[in-house]
């Protein structure tokens, strides 16, 4: 009898990563099974810091749960496409009809569902160094390859236009816009939105915008859509969702806006492929979709946790100040988002191995944070932070990592 073959993972996972729940995380658990009590700022989930969903959001699902038993259309309900419509209007993203939305389970499904209604094997997609690491894998994943334009941390973690310029081929297809940005929490000024516009105009290419953080925003930051800020011949992607500014990461409730009414003409080919992968799930989360009309519509409650006095504003603010006062340590103050991506400067702290970093610090403080390469930045200099405790709790946390990085060597 011939010995069995080993049962092996398809070789499309082979540059597929997602650390933000990487091996790390692993070994958190194990801690957590012993125990002990792990601070996990590793991944932006508000609930188990005491961000809830407004309970008008919730009794709105609650009340069409009835209703909500079978599928709806594939794109989703008429009601939620309405309102997001409606948002479109608001945000003075041009001539979005009721068929150019598409709902997902979360903007991480559409994510993977727009990228692979695209690309072809070989074709490029830029996107930005750090990045959301979910954008890199799904191009991967898609039969594509992540080509990484890099962004400026001494021009407030704006992309360097030069670099995107220069990473431009014919096999690209697409642009990437991360804005507000995770990881570091940058906000792009118009003007900086504009110029990856006319790149993208130059050579022909789709430009997805993941705008998740858009009303997250500190300071009197503003933040424009690409959608608002493109022509009408350019394809422009919008992704964004219920998660954060609403506090619904669990829903998985998240939308994805086709705009640009001259480009779509031509697009129509890749709508049908959009149209098809939306028809194979057969439709979102049914239920969770009930939330989008009140959540638009309703009272912003997350104004109150972002001007002074509120909550995330200072667990922003007293993240910025710990980690600058950290000998060694730098830090953008962030103008929008949950997170922190702090530099440590190679001459203090020669770290070579950052994931190696973040595992000692969690066996040594029980604080799970998530290493820079994560997030396909190029050097081990980096650490993310995501900011949702609460501000003593935070306080407490970055002085332990303070004290850990006063003796860390490798």
Same mark, same amino acid.
């Given at each position: 009898m011939?010995?069995?073959?080993t049962f092996?993972?398809?070789?499309?996972?082979?540059?597929?990563?997602?650390?933000?729940?990487g091996?790390?995380?692993?070994?958190?658990?194990?801690?957590?099974?012993?125990?002990?009590?792990?601070?996990?700022?590793?991944?932006?989930?508000?609930?188990?810091?005491?961000?809830?969903?407004?309970e008008?959001?919730?009794?709105?699902?609650?009340?069409?749960?009835?209703?909500?038993?079978?599928y709806c259309?594939?794109k989703?309900?008429?009601?939620?496409?309405k309102?997001?419509?409606q948002?479109?209007?608001?945000?003075?993203i041009?001539g979005?009809?009721?068929?150019?939305i598409?709902?997902?389970n979360?903007?991480?499904?559409?994510i993977?569902?727009?990228?692979?209604?695209?690309?072809?094997?070989?074709?490029?997609?830029?996107?930005?160094a750090?990045?959301?690491?979910?954008?890199?894998?799904a191009?991967?994943?898609?039969?594509?390859?992540?080509?990484?334009?890099?962004?400026d941390e001494q021009?407030?973690?704006?992309?360097?236009?030069?670099?995107?310029?220069?990473?431009?081929?014919?096999?690209?297809?697409?642009?990437?816009?991360?804005?507000?940005?995770?990881?570091?929490?940058?906000?792009?000024?118009?003007?900086?939105v504009?110029?990856?516009?006319?790149?993208?105009?130059?050579?022909?290419?789709?430009?997805f915008?993941?705008?998740?953080?858009?009303?997250i925003?500190?300071?009197d930051?503003?933040?424009?859509?690409?959608?608002?800020?493109?022509?009408?011949d350019q394809?422009?992607?919008?992704?964004?969702?219920?998660?954060?500014?609403?506090?619904?990461a669990?829903?998985?409730s998240?939308?994805?806006?086709?705009?640009g009414?001259?480009?779509m003409?031509r697009?129509?080919?890749?709508?049908q492929g959009?149209?098809?992968? $939306?028809s194979?799930?057969?439709?979102?989360?049914?239920?969770?979709?009930h939330?989008?009309q009140?959540?638009?519509?309703g009272?912003?409650?997350?104004?109150?946790?972002?001007?002074?006095g509120?909550?995330l504003?200072?667990?922003?603010?007293?993240?910025?100040?710990k980690?600058n $006062?950290i000998?060694?340590?730098s830090?953008?103050?962030?103008?929008?988002a949950l997170y922190a991506?702090?530099?440590?400067?190679?001459?203090?702290?020669?770290?070579?191995?950052?994931?190696k970093l973040?595992?000692?610090?969690?066996?040594?403080?029980?604080?799970?944070?998530v290493?820079?390469?994560?997030?396909n930045?190029?050097?081990?200099?980096h650490?993310?932070i995501?900011?949702?405790?609460? $501000?003593?709790q935070?306080?407490?946390?970055?002085?332990r990592?303070?004290?850990?990085?006063?003796r860390?060597?490798?």
């Open positions: 011939d010995t069995p073959s092996r993972k398809s070789y499309k996972l082979d540059n597929v990563c997602y650390d933000i729940r091996p790390v995380l692993e070994h958190a658990k194990r801690l957590e099974d012993e125990g002990h009590r792990i601070l996990k700022l590793n991944i932006g989930n508000p609930a188990p810091f005491g961000f809830e969903a407004p008008e959001i919730l009794q709105d699902v609650m009340r069409n749960l009835p209703t909500a038993q079978g259309d594939s989703g309900l008429y009601s939620a496409r309102a997001i419509m948002e479109c209007q608001r945000k003075e041009p979005v009809g009721i068929e150019d598409f709902i997902g979360g903007v991480s499904e559409l993977v569902m727009a990228l692979q209604a695209l690309l072809n094997d070989g074709d490029e997609v830029l996107i930005p750090p990045d959301y690491p979910l954008w890199t894998a191009a991967h994943l898609s039969g594509g390859h992540a080509v990484h334009y890099r962004c021009a407030d973690w704006a992309p360097d236009i030069a670099d995107v310029r220069a990473k431009v081929t014919s096999h690209t297809r697409a642009i990437v816009i991360i804005n507000p940005n995770n990881p570091t929490g940058a906000v792009y000024p118009p003007e900086v504009r110029e990856l516009l006319a790149i993208a105009r130059e050579h022909d290419l789709v430009v915008s993941d705008e998740i953080y858009d009303k925003l500190y300071d930051t503003e933040h424009v859509s690409t959608g608002a800020l493109a022509d009408e394809l422009v992607v919008t992704l964004n969702g219920l998660s954060k500014s609403y506090r619904c669990g829903f998985r998240g939308w994805m806006i086709l705009s009414s001259v480009a003409q697009a129509q080919d890749y709508i959009l149209n098809m992968l $939306a194979m799930r057969l439709c979102a989360n049914v239920p969770a979709q939330a989008i009140t959540a638009l519509g009272y912003q409650s997350i104004n109150d946790l972002i001007l002074p509120g909550r504003l200072a667990q922003r603010d007293i993240t910025y100040e980690l $006062a000998p060694g340590v830090c953008t103050k962030a103008k929008g991506f702090p530099r440590l400067d190679p001459k203090v702290y020669p770290i070579q191995d950052d994931q973040v595992l000692d610090l969690l066996l040594q403080e029980r604080i799970l944070l290493q820079g390469t994560a997030f930045w190029p050097e081990p200099d650490v993310r995501v900011t949702l405790p609460w $501000a003593d935070l306080g407490d946390a970055l002085d990592f303070a004290r850990f990085l006063s860390y060597r490798q």
